[in-house]
Nanobody
Framework: QVQLVESGGGLVQAGGSLRLSCGAS????????MGWFRQAPGKEREFVAA????????YYADSVKGRFTISRDNAKNTVYLQMNSLKPEDTAVYYC?????????WGQGTQVTVSS
């Protein structure tokens, strides 16, 4: 079992920045690729960004490429999402995900609201 706890969400004006954090506990952190997903009201959950177990490879949705940066600190069992140049359409609940070949874990989510 892996427990994931997100933090760092909040209200920000368009053009601003936020940094989300996701702390993991319970299993070996480096066994899991980590990702961020988001879900806006009335919409399905969508992929935002992912990072490999070592941190050597990153992947982004086209909608956030160039604005968001995912990173991880394996010594701290934490994954981050740096969000710059935020837009109102980035408003959503952001979820942290840990994935291995056999298991898939989710955090409880953190709200990000971008005002215009």
């Amino acid at each position: 079992q892996v427990q994931l706890v997100e933090s760092g969400g909040g209200l920000v004006q368009a053009g601003g920045s936020l940094r989300l954090s996701c702390g993991a506990s319970g299993r070996t952190f480096t066994n899991y690729a980590m990702g961020w997903f988001r879900q806006a009201p009335g919409k399905e959950r969508e992929f935002v960004a992912a990072i490999s177990r070592s941190g050597g490879s990153t992947y982004y949705a086209d909608s956030v490429k160039g604005r968001f940066t995912i990173s991880r600190d394996n010594a701290k069992n934490t994954v981050y999402l740096q969000m710059n140049s935020l837009k109102p359409e980035d408003t959503a609940v952001y979820y942290c995900n840990a994935a291995s070949q056999f298991y898939d874990y989710w955090g409880q989510g953190t709200q990000v609201t971008v005002s215009s």
